[in-house]
């Protein structure tokens, strides 16, 4: 079911930012800009709650620093009751792709992404996660 309604108002400066969050997008008009933001904000609420969640954690980092790698495998060992699976893949000769795939409580999913993130030396890290109950 779908209701449209009217009489949504927003200062010029906000404005100009949900059109430039528009065009960076690819998002072909505000309203689906604006459907998308309150779905993800809908879901972000479902995992506060801590519902069980699907998900990925993606990292990268150099891979000359050796230590970081044996940090990683350090911090999944104590939340082997969520990860699913854990793949590396060579970029480049310098970069290290680490792609742990999870399913549990968003918090602990959280921490484990908090935990990985963290690391001294982790270029990039980012959890994606989707309601799985």
């Known amino acids: 079911m779908s209701l449209k309604r009217f009489g949504v108002s927003l200062e010029d400066d906000l404005l100009e930012s949900l059109d430039q969050y528009v065009e960076e997008n690819g998002f072909s008009n505000r309203s689906q800009a604006i ?48 990860i699913l699976s854990s793949s590396q893949y060579y970029v480049n000769q310098n970069f290290c792709l680490h792609i742990v795939t999870v399913l549990g409580t968003a918090h602990r999913l959280t921490e484990l992404s908090d935990r990985l993130t963290t690391i001294k030396g982790i270029k990039h890290g980012k959890l994606v996660m989707s309601r799985a109950d």
């Open 35 to 82: 459907r998308f933001l309150i779905e993800k904000n809908l879901a972000e609420k479902k995992w506060q709650c801590n519902h069980i969640v699907a998900g990925t954690i993606i990292i990268m980092y150099d891979q000359i620093k050796k230590e970081i790698a044996s940090k990683i495998t350090a911090a999944q060992q104590n939340y082997q009751d969520v």
